[in-house]
């Protein structure tokens, strides 16, 4: 839960994607180190002799990926699938808070009317 004001809940909002993905990414990196340990056989494959010829932009090749690769980007698309959704149920929550906080709610605005109706019963006894 955020406390203040609507400027720090702004920027709040501005900054959750980001700290969702950093929280998401220091916890799926020990479930990928535990990925590796559990199949070591995956990880051993013999290094490229030229570092620096591997595509720069893994997008341009899709068929060259490797197993490996290939369950990391389709983890990865998960993962940012489920922090869209949570993203966007996060930011209704808060308009729904925000939009409930400009709107007294029907039982505050009947005791609202009571501790009026009864003041001005008050000032004309």
């Known amino acids: 839960m955020v406390q203040g004001s609507e400027?720090?809940?702004?920027?709040?909002?501005?900054?959750?994607?980001a700290l969702r993905e950093r929280a998401d990414r220091e916890k799926t990196e020990p479930e990928l180190e535990n990925m590796q340990q559990l199949h070591p056989n995956t990880t051993q494959e013999?290094?490229?002799a030229q570092p620096?010829?591997?595509?720069?932009?893994?997008?341009?090749?899709?068929?060259?990926?490797?197993?490996?690769?290939s369950s990391n980007i389709r983890a990865l698309k998960e993962c940012l699938s489920v922090?869209?959704?949570?993203?966007?149920?996060?930011?209704?929550?808060?308009?729904?808070?925000l939009?409930?906080?400009?709107?007294?709610?029907?039982?505050?605005?009947?005791r609202d009317q009571v501790h009026r109706l009864k003041n001005e019963h008050r000032a004309e006894v």
């Open 7 to 17: 400027s720090s809940l702004n920027l709040f909002e501005e900054n959750f994607q």
């Open 46 to 48: 013999p290094a490229p």
């Open 52 to 69: 620096h010829s591997l595509p720069s932009n893994p997008q341009c090749s899709p068929g060259t990926d490797s197993p490996k690769q």
């Open 83 to 97: 922090l869209e959704l949570q993203f966007t149920e996060f930011r209704e929550r808060t308009e729904h808070t």
């Open 99 to 110: 939009a409930t906080l400009d709107h007294p709610s029907p039982a505050d605005q009947l």
